[in-house]
Nanobody, 126 residues
């Protein structure tokens, strides 16, 4: 059974930092592109970071560029999202996701990801 389990969320103040982790089990994702998405109440799920299978390529939307960093440790089947200078508008449930087909490029579209975690809440107070 494939599982993605996020951890590291919490309540922080504006300007603080958090590091999210996503541990995969049930199969290896060391050759799969993976991403972090978030969904705020009443809004669509959006991609905040994506990484290719070996970590050599990454993607960030303008809203988080320079503040968020995605990384991966394939030996641990884990990806991370380091978030700095957090803002109240970063408040959301954060999900990690993995593409099913190995060696495909990362994507910012939710429909391109077959596996999802249950999400972890990040709340940034002003």
């Amino acid at each position: 059974q494939v599982q993605l389990v996020e951890s590291g969320g919490g309540l922080v103040q504006a300007g603080d930092s958090l590091r999210l982790s996503c541990a995969a089990s049930g199969r290896t994702f060391s050759n799969s592109a993976m991403g972090w998405f978030r969904q705020a109440p009443g809004k669509e799920r959006e991609c905040v970071a994506a990484i290719n299978w070996n970590g050599g390529l990454t993607y960030y939307p303008e809203s988080v560029k320079g503040r968020f960093t995605i990384s991966r440790d394939n030996a641990k089947n884990t990806i991370y999202l380091s978030m700095n200078s957090l803002k109240p508008e970063d408040t959301a449930v954060y999900y990690c996701a993995a593409r099913q087909t190995p060696y495909t490029h990362f994507s910012g579209r939710t429909s391109d990801y077959a596996y999802w975690g249950q999400g972890t809440q990040v709340t940034v107070s002003s």
